[in-house]
């Protein structure tokens, strides 16, 4: 999720909005190169965006279901997970690559009175982000109504033991590791709601074909928005994870290590 987040910032803010103002690489003013910048573009967006719903259903798995996850809330799945997002990112927007002219970075005629390019628009809007905002508001009231039962139970479970010390790490440990889910979905819920209601209105209204004041406001702070989804998650594992901490710390330390054993 961190990777992802930071191609998000480099392909969408450095390589997307800053080169238009500051940078001036001539490369992605002509094809291919705003071409393969717009594929990379949605890929790592869409990437970014499922592996949150990835992370939040093994949540789930981990907290819901003991016997599952077992089996699936392993290295070797996540390894799998990661790789089966990736690749079907990058496929789904391939089609990206066909959106301008042959020889300018121009919106071309067929893809906007193509009825194609719009039932694939359309798609593609649905599936990033609609649904996500589903599947994240399912699956944490799953995860809410369990953790509700099972700490009701294990209270009552550990108010009938006479005796016993009232520090029970078990809660504590789920307390964290809820803190974490919710941290990270409300902040995607949050920062995409401008982006999905400004989509929303859009379409509805058919207000694509032409833009006033006010929605293009709300299009420039909803982008705005989702870009700033991309950053938050990063900043939330390095306070709330001390393990991310270690493994940041051991790749900024690797590049002087491997000089130093050189040396020696």
């Given at each position: ?44 967006r ?131 590791s ?83 054993n050189?040396?020696?």
């Amino acid at each position: 999720m961190a990777v992802a987040d930071l191609l998000v910032i480099i392909i969408h803010v450095i390589l997307g909005k800053l080169n238009t103002f500051y940078l001036h690489i001539v490369f992605f003013y002509y094809p291919p190169g705003c071409n393969i910048r717009d594929v990379i573009r949605y890929t790592t967006r869409d990437s970014s965006v499922w592996l949150t719903i990835a992370f939040t259903f093994d949540r789930m798995v981990a907290i819901c279901c003991p016997k599952l996850k077992t089996k699936y809330c392993t290295e070797k799945s996540a390894a799998i997970v990661i790789t089966t997002v990736s690749l079907l990112s990058l496929l789904i927007n391939i089609p990206w690559y066909f959106k301008y002219e042959l020889y300018w970075c121009k919106v071309s005629y067929e893809y906007v009175t193509s009825p194609v390019w719009q039932t694939y628009d359309w798609g593609v809007r649905v599936l990033t982000p609609l649904l996500p905002f589903v599947l994240i508001l399912l699956l944490n009231t799953v995860t809410v109504r369990h953790i509700l039962l099972a700490s009701a139970v294990r209270r009552k479970l550990r108010a009938q033991r006479n005796g016993e010390e009232q520090h029970d790490p078990e809660m504590k440990n789920r307390r964290r590791s809820i803190i974490l889910l919710f941290t990270i979905s409300g902040s995607f819920i949050l920062l995409w709601t401008t982006n999905v209601v400004v989509l929303m209105v859009q379409r509805i209204t058919v207000m694509h074909d032409f833009l006033t004041t006010p929605l293009l406001v709300a299009i420039i702070m909803g982008t705005m928005l989702q870009l700033l989804s991309s950053c938050t998650n990063t900043f939330i594992y390095a306070v709330t994870q001390s393990k991310f901490r270690e493994e940041v710390m051991n790749t900024v330390k690797y590049p002087f290590t491997a000089i130093l054993n050189f040396i020696k």
